[in-house]
């Protein structure tokens, strides 16, 4: 698979507004635990190896075990590996990854709500956004595990 263009180099200012995203997220009030399933599990889902790599070594660095890492992509099934609100936060984040099939559903939300604010969901929304920009500009540009989006 060979590399394609270097997304600073050829738009710069649109990786300053992807930055700008990952600056605001980084100020939300949703524990990085959960930022850090939502980058993982929506990676899995699109098949990006180089977002799965640099995000489940971040959730190691912040604590998280290998068992749940390897339940990520079969957490319904997981038991009570993750918590209630954490389920919410991944049911979210696989219905807006796979946005095409029936978008966020009423029932998702609804769970959402009974642990996070609509403050709260929006950024868990935004953070689900992001890393599916991520993943598409990386899926896209052929970048490999290792190389620099620089």
């Known amino acids: 698979m060979q590399k394609r263009l270097n997304i600073k180099q050829a738009a710069p200012d649109a990786l300053k507004a992807m930055i700008g995203l990952e600056s605001y997220l980084s100020k939300i009030s949703i524990s990085k635990t959960a930022k850090e399933l939502i980058k993982i599990r929506a990676s899995q889902i699109n098949g990006c190896a180089y ?9 190691v660095k912040n604590g998280e075990t290998n068992q749940r890492i390897f339940l990520l992509s079969a957490w319904r099934e997981a038991g009570d590996i993750f918590t209630e609100e954490e389920k919410a936060v991944l049911a979210v984040t696989e219905e807006i ?54």
């Open 97 to 150: 990854t796979l946005i095409h099939e029936n978008g966020l559903t009423d029932e998702t939300y609804s769970k959402a709500l009974q642990f996070f604010s609509e403050t709260q969901i929006a950024d868990i929304i935004t953070a689900v956004i992001t890393i599916n920009l991520w993943n598409r500009v990386v899926l896209s540009t052929r970048l490999l595990i290792g190389e620099s989006l620089a």
């Open 51 to 59: 977002c799965i790599n640099i995000h489940t070594q971040d959730a």
